[in-house]
Every structure is written in C-alpha cells, then in structure tokens.
C-alpha cells in the first residue's frame, strides 16, 4: 500500500541535478548565459528582443523575411559550414523576437558561437535575393495550417496594433529592399537587444569567456528608418481558402503564474473536441492561448459546456500539461531556447517556473482556467 | 475507495485470454534497458500488424490504436489514464502501418503498475462499441495539413469500419509472437522479464479466422485541398544491416537530410521551388523505406515535375565530393548518437526521433519488431564506416532510378 500511495503522489522531475551555470550582462547590454548539461550535444541559442520595434502594417512581416536572409551567413554558406562539422541551424520569428539556434556536437561550441556572431553583423543582399527569398516565403505561407492564421486572427483582434503577425504575405514582402532589411537587422540584432545562451556538456567559465569576446563589440541600436509604403490592407493575403473558429484567453508574459493552468484547461477541451488545436507562443507582453478549430459550433459547445463536465477533464488537462511542460525542457535544446527566450523579455523566469506552476495546478485553478474560454472577457474570431 | 480498487488491480496479477486446450503459450519478446539514474519508468509495447491488411483492415487497424486507451476489462479508461500519467506524461498509442506502440511513462517504482497497464491494454482491451464507433467517427472529421498527408499519404475511410472489422483485427494482431516490450529506466535488469512474463505465461489466445468481406485496394488521398501539391519519390526498402544498408542510409542524408542537402539546395536555394522538402526514412516491417518529398505550389504544369525532379537529382549527385560523404556521415552519427534536429529517421507521424529516453527504447523495439540482427540505433551507425564517395553516389543514383514516383495535386478550387 505504501508503494501505491507512494506512486500515486510522486511525479517525475524535469530538471537535472544541479550543475554550473552563470549569467552575464556585458557593459553593451548583451546578455550571455551558461549552464551545464550531462548530454554530449550544445545548443547555442540566441534571442533579439523585437519588442521596441513592434510590427505595423508598413513593417509587417519583413523581420520574417529578414530572419530567412540572415542565417545564409555573410558568404550564404552558413548552413554548409555548419553542417560540415555536424551542427544545424533553425530559427523563428514572433511578434516579441527572432529566436536562432545551432545544436551540434559539443566539440564544436567555437564554430557555433562563431555563428551567431556572424548573423549579428551587418547584413549586405542584393534585390535579386530578396525577390528570390519572397518566392520561398510565398511557398511557406502555402502551406500554413489553419490554425496558424486564426491565431493571426484571434492575437489580431485580441491585441489590435498590437497583435499584428510577423509572418508577413505576398504583398508585405514586395517592399523589401536592401536598404530596408539592412536598416532592421542594425535595429533587431542591436546589443541591448540580444541575449545568447549556451547549454550542454560545456565547462561554463570558458564558455562565458568565449561569449564574452564574441558579443562585446556588438554595436547598441543605430537610428531607426521610418518604413512606408502604399496601404496594402484590400490585398490578397493568401488565406483565401481557411476557414474556422477560434477563441483567445490571454495570459501574461512567460512569467506569468496562469500560463501552465490554462494550457490544462486547454488540452483538456481537446481531449473532448477532437480537432481542437492548442496555440500558445512565449511571449514577453500579454500574449494569448488560442482555441482553434475548422468544425463550426465547437466554441458554441465549449461555452455551454456544463460546469461539472469541464471540470471532470482535470486529470486529462494535468497529464496532457505535464507532457508539454516536460516536453520544453527535455533536451538541452529545448530547453536552451525556453531558457534563452525568459532572459530576454521575462525578468527573472526560469523554466523551473513552469513546472512548480504545473505542481500548484489545483481543481479550482483548473475550473477557473476553463471558466475564461467562456467569459465575456475571450476574444472570439469566426472566418466563413 | 479508489486506492484500495487501484491496489488490488496492482497486486493480482491477471490473465486474461484462457489457455488453448493442447497448446502451449508462447512468449512475447521483453527488453529490458535498466538506466538507474533515470527518475522514471518507460514502456514501449510494439504490436505487429498482420500480413496482408486490405484498405479496410489499414483503417480499422488505426482506429484500434486510437480505440486502446479507451478502457480495459481489467480497469476503466479514467483509471488508466490516471495511473498511467503519474509520471506527468499520459500514455499514447502511436499506429503506423505495420505495427503499434503503446508508450507509458511511470516514476520511479512504477514497474508493477506499468506491467499491469500493458498486460491490461494488450490482453483485454474492452473495444466497446460504441467507443469504436466514436473513434471512427472522429478519424474521419479530422482535417489534415497538407504536411500531414505527405507524410500518410492514404486515403483511410475510417466510416467504413465495423467493430467486428476491430475486433477480429484485434484478435488476428494481439497475440505473443506479435508482441515486443522494451522497458527502461529506474528498474532492476529482469525484473520486467519476470514480472510482465509472469503475468502473461497464461496468455494464449485463440488464432482466429479472418473475416469474410470483399477487400477495397488501398487508395492514396486525391487531393492536398489546398495550393500545395506534394510530390515523392519513394525507394526500396533498407534492412538495418543488410550489405550495403549503410551506403543507402547516406544517400538518403546526402539527398534529403538537412539544409545543405541535394533536396534543399536545388529545389529551395537555386529554383526557389519549395519552403519544404523533406528526406525521411518510413519504418516498415520490410525496413526503412526512404521517401523524398517536395510541398510546392500548384501550377499548369505539375504533370511535368517528377520527371524534372529525378532528372535534377540525378545531376546533382554527379557533383557530389568527399566533402557530402563526410556531411552525410557526420549527420547520421549525430542523428543516432547525439540529436540532430533534421533527423531524417521516424516512427510516428508527428516528427522524427530524437535521442529522448523513450525514442531510444522505440529505436530498439522496432529493429526487434523486424527482426533485425543490429539491436539497437548506436551499433547501427558502426553501418556507416568503409563506405566510399563511388559507393555512396551508386547507391543514390540507384535509390533515385529505381523509386515509384507519385504527386497529390492541390484542389482544383485553390488553382
């Protein structure tokens, strides 16, 4: 009985033993982190804060296509350099931040720090690469799922100016110019905006050195060129064929207490509506869990969903929270990159945040969470 | 109330299924992969589909996974999901088309309740009905991306399915020598082996018949209903270990693995084609089927891709150098030793492996579940020395000659 008892209440823990790790701020405002891991890999990850540079409807999505530009390298052989000596490179781009990351073996931590260095330094493409690169974000926004463009949707209508995707379309992209993604590159890989991260088998003094020298000399922010264009709302934005529903609760920034409690909440409505897709991005200012969905009347039955049968959904909520928590935190990879992206806009989170909030996760915590999906208080989009 | 029914379904052991009058059972296969350190105890239970599966058998068959965790005769599904979440991961079944795995995550001291949950889920699953019919019914709403039917391609009428069609799949499927079992983590070595052995020595079910009904040809999706049409060329089988599966598997990174590859630089960087290409090898009983896709936007001339596309390949792999072995050598290493994220190797449809605690268990209970003499991924990659620039360039030309070639178009709506 003991043993019983004992696994009923145990659960499994997410981090590792204790090991070295140390955080920086150089004089220039970049911040640099490292930490310890027993996995024979490295991850280094960098974040450029983007939230003094918001998206409008002039800018939008043009950091998108300067992140696909960027990580070609000085010489647009980044990848292959990278990949001769076993490391690979990805990155993305959200309201708040362009995230970029090289994983590889740990042998290799100079060549991916020498990397990342080598993004932040002033970027020079010709017209012609622009024009190409437009064609290859066009093929991405093709094949977008649904969701996607709901959560555009919901974030959009949840946030106004301030919810404005960074994917960009067709017609956004148009404007680029050499001078224009030159001008946002000095802005987004700014100093003041940057925080770099390594985790893996690394021994940490040396690698805050080497971090140290890297980013140093990375300039502060130059003075910001104003972008217009044409008004290009009535244009095409490729999304003709999605339709769906959507609902939006929003929650605080990754250090928020709410965010685990209503990722539960959501999970487990989708354990019950089959199709209902989960959508939260880290965010540094409010961002927002998005319900989405392609079948028509679901969020209708979400909202008239009788007290006691959302409630019985706990435990399918709390698994289902569990997995994706563990799941930001498994690898030094992942969990490199949630690290990485509390430093640069969450004072104080640390992913152990994530999994006490998971342990606090209570019935009544739980109801309340769902009870927001139904407030008047959630934003709601609806595309016929 | 819920301890005391939680704890009498963990100590009397179970068997379910009676003895077959004169015959003898026969065990299912357990490996076991003791990591002490590790703060958990993790299951991974593959089940080997039957020979021969028609489109009608392919849809039941995944509607069974789905119908798994619904309940058992033994505890009810609320039960199994609770006790099979302690350790903060619920259990999942992921269904391919030639085999199933159950996957279960326990803390620490959790061996005799995870025995318990997969003796439960293999030897009586309760397959009601009406959960049967709800599963289905739900299989069929869903809507998927246009990646998500590149990666499973066929068109599975899960309407169609019966719960006789399930359950006599059930009964063809679920039996010992179709079983494998890879546990590790926090447990002693052999006490899986004895305690799951135990609980299933009595498990002999009977061999069924299979059902009478005209068979339906498996058909593949007719379109992606969207912009996107998905082309592949798809390769012959490789058998982990067979002579020359290690020159094929680096053809497959050369092709298809990562951003510098044959499929990215050609198709992405010098034409622009595609935001997506993907290189992948797909587990199957015959071994790793390697699949080259490209997501692009529809045009007028789509008919006339696939020939461009082998033809363009086949050009490329004439310039490769020391330098694309050694890439490609590096990055299967990576893939199977350390983590590489464009890792071309899957066994589910959500995402290749990655060098988790539990991809690795389902790395060494696939190579079992196909028989194959390397036993697990590491010593897989031993596969990969003495193989020479000529070899590798031969296996690939040869990979991409002999491939069936297929496309899905858009919707004729989105052109």
């Known amino acids: 009985m003991t043993t019983l008892c004992a696994l009923l209440l145990g659960a499994a823990s997410f981090q590792s033993p204790s090991l070295p790790r140390e955080r920086q701020d150089l004089p220039n405002g970049v911040r640099i982190y490292a930490e310890q891991r027993l996995e024979p890999i490295v991850s280094v990850v960098m974040v450029a804060n983007a939230v003094s540079q918001p998206e409008t409807e002039e800018t939008r999505g043009l950091r998108h296509m300067l992140e696909h530009l960027v990580v070609k390298g000085q010489d647009r052989l980044l990848d292959r350099r990278l990949e001769a000596k076993g490391l690979t490179l990805t990155a993305t781009t959200t309201r708040d ?58 974030w959009s209508a949840g946030f106004g100016d301030k919810g404005i995707s960074a994917f960009g379309d067709e017609a956004a992209w148009k404007i680029a110019s050499p001078e224009i993604l030159k001008a946002i590159h000095a802005q987004q890989f700014s100093a003041p905006n940057l925080t770099v991260a390594v985790v893996g088998r690394v021994n940490v003094e040396p690698t805050m050195r080497k971090l140290s020298e890297a980013f140093r000399g990375t300039p502060g922010s130059g003075p910001r060129r104003t972008i217009t264009r044409a008004f290009l709302r009535d244009e095409p934005r490729g999304e003709a064929m999605v339709t769906g529903e959507a609902i939006g609760v929003s929650v605080g920034g990754l250090n928020d207490g709410g965010i685990v409690p209503q990722m539960a909440a959501g999970f487990a409505l989708a354990s019950r509506f089959p199709g209902l897709e989960v959508l939260y991005t880290p965010s540094f200012a409010p961002g927002m869990v998005v319900l989405a969905t392609q079948d028509q009347g679901v969020t209708i039955q979400i909202e008239r969903l009788p007290e006691v049968e959302k409630n019985a959904l706990f435990r399918e909520g709390l698994a289902i929270a569990g997995a994706w928590v563990s799941g930001l935190q498994n690898t030094p990879d992942r969990y490199a990159r949630i690290k990485a992206i509390g430093m640069a806009g969450a004072s104080g989170f640390d992913p152990a945040q994530l999994t006490r909030q998971l342990s606090q996760l209570t019935p009544s915590r739980f109801s309340a969470a769902m009870n927001r999906f139904s407030s008047v208080t959630a934003t709601r989009v609806e595309r016929r | 109330m819920i301890s005391s029914v939680l704890l009498s379904f963990v100590l009397a052991p179970q068997s379910a299924g009676q003895p077959r009058p004169g015959g003898s ?156 079992v890879v546990a590790g983590g926090a447990l002693e070595r052999g006490q899986v082996r004895e305690n799951l052995g135990r609980r299933m020595a009595r498990w002999n079910p009977e061999t069924p018949a299979r059902l009478q009904r005209r068979p339906i040809i498996i058909r593949p999706v007719e379109t992606t209903d969207s912009s996107v049409t998905i082309f592949e060329l798809s390769g012959n089988p490789v058998y982990p270990g067979k002579p020359q ?112 605690f539990e991809d690795r268990l389902a790395w060494r209970g696939y190579l079992s579940v196909i028989g194959a003499d390397v036993p697990d991924e590491r010593l897989l990659a031993e596969t990969f020395a003495n193989i020479d620039l000529p070899g590798l360039k031969e296996q690939a030309r040869k990979m991409v000659e002999e491939a069936n070639a297929s496309f899905i178009p858009a919707s004729p709506m989105a052109k």
């Open chain 2, 245 to 356: 599966s290690g020159a094929r598997i680096l053809a497959l990174y050369a092709l298809g693995a990562g951003k510098d590859c044959t499929l990215w630089r050609v198709f992405r960087e010098e034409k622009a084609w595609a935001y997506r290409t993907e290189g992948l090898l797909w587990p199957t009983k015959n071994g790793w089927v390697p699949r080259l896709l490209l997501m692009r936007r529809a045009t007028a001339n789509d008919v006339d891709v696939i020939p461009i596309m082998r033809e363009a390949i086949l050009a490329d792999i004439e310039t490769w150098d020391e330098a694309t072995l050694a890439r490609a050598s590096l990055l299967a290493q990576s893939s199977l030793i350390r983590e590489f994220e464009f890792s071309p190797w899957w066994m589910s449809s959500d995402g290749p492996l990655t060098r988790t």
């Open chain 1, 97 to 154: 931040y362009m995230v970029i990351q090289i994983t590889g073996p740990q042998e290799h931590l100079d060549d991916a720090i020498a990397g990342m260095k080598e993004i932040t330094l002033p970027i020079s493409v010709t017209q012609e690469e622009i024009d190409k690169e437009a064609k290859i974000l066009a093929e991405e926004l093709a094949l977008r799922p649904f969701f996607a463009f709901l959560f555009d949707s919901a």
């Open chain 2, 25 to 180: 059972p026969r065990p299912i296969t357990i490996i076991e992969v003791p990591e002490p350190e590790l703060d958990r105890v993790v299951f991974q239970a593959f089940v080997r589909a039957p020979e021969n599966m028609d489109a009608r058998d392919q849809a039941a068959w995944v509607v069974l996974g789905n119908s798994l965790l619904r309940g058992t005769q033994i505890i009810n599904g609320g039960d199994f999901m609770r006790l099979g979440s302690q350790a903060g991961i619920p259990p999942r079944v992921i269904v391919m088309g030639d085999f199933l795995r159950i996957e279960l995550h326990l803390p620490r001291r959790g061996v005799d309740v995870g025995t318990a949950l997969v003796e439960a889920v293999i030897t009586a699953p309760s397959l009601r009905p009406e959960v049967v019919e709800e599963v289905a019914r739900n299989l069929q709403r869903q809507r998927r991306s246009v990646e998500q039917i590149a990666i499973n391609p066929l068109d599975l009428r899960f309407r169609d399915v019966t719960h006789d069609d399930v359950q006599n799949l059930y009964t063809r499927a679920f039996r010992p020598e179709n079983i494998v």
